[in-house]
């Protein structure tokens, strides 16, 4: 017969619970500076705030705060992933950042617009996206 399913409403939106619960769980440590790495892809965007070591302290991502499918990869989610971390970052004291963004996804603008306006200091901003230098071989030449 197969498993039941019960109609939900759209989803998609951020989930309340999934942030209070991601709120819940910050270090015990205070950190003044560190690095933020934003990769942002065409299906999700995923932040992480690191030590200057390269120590993860904070991550989050839209798929952990309930974004499903392709709305994990929107402008929008990215936003607020990046307002997560951000209270986050806050609560644990932290005021100068350098942001590091790799990929090509939509969410790239999005989220160092939200680092811009929160009003932590943002000593840099490097992009390192891999770029083929040549790529793959091309196809040889049918011949018919």
Known sequence: MGKKRI???????????????????LPKKK???????????????????????????????AGALGFKGTRKGTPYASSKVAELLLEKAKIIGLENVELIIKGIGAGRESAIRSFVSSGININSIRDVTPVPHNGPRPPKIRRV
């Open 31 to 61: 950190l003044e500076s560190g690095k933020v790495y934003i990769q942002s892809t065409y299906n999700n965007t995923m932040m992480t705030l690191a030590n200057q070591k390269g120590d993860t302290i904070i991550w989050s991502s």
């Open 7 to 25: 109609a939900g409403g759209k989803g998609g939106g951020m989930d309340a619970e999934l942030k209070n619960r991601a709120l819940s769980r």
